[in-house]
């Protein structure tokens, strides 16, 4: 028959042990693993509520931890030992069960999987090794590094895919979610959420504002008509849930009530006369703060009561087009500013904190005169984003899983982190900022 070459089939991952922790509300980190169950991985998921335990299909592997907090860092360690796990994967990093579990993950040696919501939101998700927001690797790195690596990848100009109506999936998936584990509360007698506020309360929540989007469209609509036909220049304040972990935990104001203040005495002191000041709120913001009625109370003790507005979320598209300048703590919204080449003054830790991007005057003088980004080097981190750690798709749609998942599967299971794979190389993990408040997610 002469010479034949024998042909082998590859191994897989057969080796790889993944350990999940709590995930975005819905099924993406089931269909994940079952993704990776494919490719030869084993995966396991630890349960901390009955919310946790709905999702996770088929239930094999699913390992629920009823203790109270104090317990689950020797309990995490055991799991690491006992199952051979090689692979942590997780969405975001700050809440304490996560952050505790990633610093003694650090030192095992594990490689770490952190997803988050895109930073080129609303259409893409953020998938990287380490950490994320202020603890991502992009917080070290310079944009001459990311033209290095991009090479002649600097011209990539991919937009975002169609839109797939997430927002109502959101709601919904977190309205369920809290309702299922209030309903199974008794099962998990140590469970402690990392919000602030009781689960009963998270739910009423999540489903006041899911039944309440009809009425809240057409308020914000009105409103927002008013401010587009009032005539005045404006700035634009891009607001954050008050609970988010990038507010609290990269961000220098204890409360939302300082933001505030913060922002508007510097309005009132630098801003021409003769402009306005239009806070938008987050288009997740469900009522637990009371927005409105704080930004009219600190606008009338500035004497500027009749310039300054609030919105009930709505598209931000047509805000910034004509806007003077946006402002932030540090929202993912701040970078459909820098696309539009207008002027941003962020205020906390964010991947965008850079002096080519975000001002760095003080807040009173950029109010005053706002100096803009420049644009060669926004669409330079832009296609290194989109090169790299952002996956078009989303977590709470079928049609947006499915999307992420063709692509972010091979991702988790690639030898090398998103950043350093378009270096061609892997690279160690960066020192890791562990915080102890709580998460907003």
Same mark, same amino acid.
């Given at each position: 028959?002469?010479?034949?070459?024998?042909?082998?089939?590859?191994?897989?991952?057969?080796?790889?042990?993944?350990?999940?922790?709590?995930?975005?509300?819905? $099924?993406?980190?089931?269909?994940?693993?079952?993704?990776?169950?494919?490719?030869?991985?084993?995966?396991?998921?630890?349960?901390?509520?009955?919310?946790?335990?709905?999702?996770?299909?088929?239930?094999?592997?699913?390992?629920?931890?009823?203790?109270?907090?104090?317990?689950?860092?020797?309990?995490?360690?055991?799991?690491?030992?006992?199952?051979?796990?090689?692979?942590?994967?997780?969405?975001?990093?700050?809440?304490? =069960?996560?952050?505790?579990? =990633?610093?003694?993950?650090?030192?095992?040696?594990?490689?770490?999987?952190?997803?988050?919501?895109?930073?080129?939101?609303?259409?893409?998700?953020?998938?990287?090794?380490?950490?994320?927001?202020?603890?991502?690797?992009?917080?070290?790195?310079?944009?001459?590094?990311?033209?290095?690596?991009?090479?002649?990848?600097?011209?990539?100009?991919?937009?975002?895919?169609?839109?797939?109506?997430?927002?109502?999936?959101?709601?919904?998936?977190?309205?369920?979610?809290?309702?299922?584990?209030?309903?199974?509360?008794?099962?998990?007698?140590?469970?402690?959420?990392?919000?602030?506020?009781?689960?009963?309360?998270?739910?009423?929540?999540?489903?006041?504002?899911?039944?309440?989007?009809?009425?809240?469209?057409?308020?914000?609509?009105? @409103?927002? +008509?008013?401010?587009?036909?009032?005539?005045?220049?404006?700035?634009?304040?891009?607001?954050?849930?008050?609970?988010?972990?990038?507010?609290?935990?990269?961000?220098?104001?204890?409360?939302?009530?300082?933001?505030?203040?913060?922002?508007?005495?510097?309005?009132?002191?630098?801003?021409?006369?003769?402009?306005?000041?239009?806070?938008?709120?987050?288009?997740?913001?469900?009522?637990?703060? $009371?927005? +409105?009625?704080?930004?009219?109370? =600190? @606008?009338?003790?500035?004497?500027?009561?009749?310039?300054?507005?609030? *919105?009930?979320?709505?598209? *931000?598209?047509?805000?910034?087009?004509?806007?003077?300048?946006?402002?932030?703590?540090?929202?993912?919204?701040?970078?459909?500013?820098?696309?539009?080449?207008?002027?941003?003054?962020? *205020?906390?830790?964010? =991947?965008?904190?850079?002096?080519? *991007?975000?001002?760095?005057?003080?807040?009173?003088?950029?109010?005053?005169?706002?100096?803009?980004?420049?644009?060669?080097?926004?669409?330079?981190?832009?296609?290194?984003?989109?090169?790299?750690?952002?996956?078009?798709?989303?977590? /709470?749609?079928?049609?947006?899983?499915?999307?992420?998942?063709?692509?972010?599967?091979?991702?988790?299971?690639?030898?090398?982190?998103? /950043?350093?794979?378009?270096?061609?190389?892997?690279?160690?993990?960066? @020192?890791?900022?562990?915080?102890?408040?709580?998460?907003?997610?």
């Amino acid at each position: 028959m002469g010479n034949v070459t024998e042909m082998t089939r590859p191994t897989g991952h057969d080796g790889r042990r993944f350990l999940f922790l709590q995930g975005p509300h819905g $099924p993406f980190f089931s269909q994940l693993a079952r993704m990776l169950r494919t490719a030869g991985a084993k995966t396991w998921r630890v349960g901390f509520n009955a919310g946790d335990a709905a999702f996770w299909r088929p239930r094999q592997g699913y390992i629920p931890f009823r203790d109270a907090p104090e317990a689950w860092p020797a309990h995490f360690q055991a799991l690491i030992v006992e199952l051979g796990i090689t692979d942590l994967v997780l969405y975001g990093d700050t809440r304490p =069960i996560h952050a505790k579990a =990633i610093e003694i993950a650090r030192d095992a040696g594990l490689t770490i999987h952190v997803f988050e919501e895109g930073y080129l939101r609303p259409w893409w998700i953020t998938y990287e090794r380490d950490g994320s927001n202020g603890n991502s690797r992009l917080m070290s790195m310079s944009l001459d590094e990311m033209r290095t690596a991009l090479g002649d990848r600097i011209d990539d100009h991919r937009e975002a895919p169609a839109h797939w109506g997430s927002l109502r999936a959101h709601v919904f998936y977190g309205a369920l979610y809290h309702g299922l584990v209030m309903a199974g509360a008794r099962a998990y007698p140590g469970f402690r959420p990392h919000r602030r506020i009781p689960v009963r309360t998270e739910f009423r929540l999540h489903l006041r504002r899911l039944l309440l989007m009809p009425a809240h469209a057409v308020q914000r609509i009105i @409103a927002t +008509r008013r401010i587009m036909r009032g005539g005045y220049p404006y700035h634009l304040v891009l607001l954050q849930l008050a609970h988010d972990a990038s507010f609290l935990d990269h961000g220098p104001f204890p409360s939302m009530e300082a933001f505030l203040d913060r922002v508007i005495a510097d309005f009132a002191s630098g801003a021409p006369p003769h402009h306005h000041l239009v806070f938008k709120a987050h288009p997740l913001e469900d009522g637990r703060a $009371p927005l +409105r009625r704080e930004i009219s109370r =600190i @606008a009338r003790l500035h004497g500027i009561g009749e310039r300054v507005h609030f *919105l009930r979320g709505g598209k *931000l598209a047509p805000l910034l087009d004509p806007a003077v300048s946006a402002v932030t703590v540090n929202s993912t919204a701040g970078q459909q500013a820098l696309w539009r080449g207008l002027p941003l003054k962020a *205020l906390g830790r964010a =991947i965008y904190s850079r002096r080519e *991007l975000a001002s760095a005057q003080p807040l009173f003088v950029f109010f005053a005169n706002p100096q803009p980004p420049d644009g060669p080097s926004y669409r330079l981190f832009r296609a290194y984003l989109l090169a790299t750690s952002q996956v078009p798709g989303s977590f /709470y749609t079928a049609k947006g899983r499915h999307q992420a998942l063709r692509r972010v599967a091979d991702m988790v299971l690639a030898q090398t982190a998103p /950043y350093a794979a378009l270096c061609g190389k892997t690279a160690p993990s960066p @020192a890791f900022h562990v915080v102890g408040k709580q998460d907003g997610r």
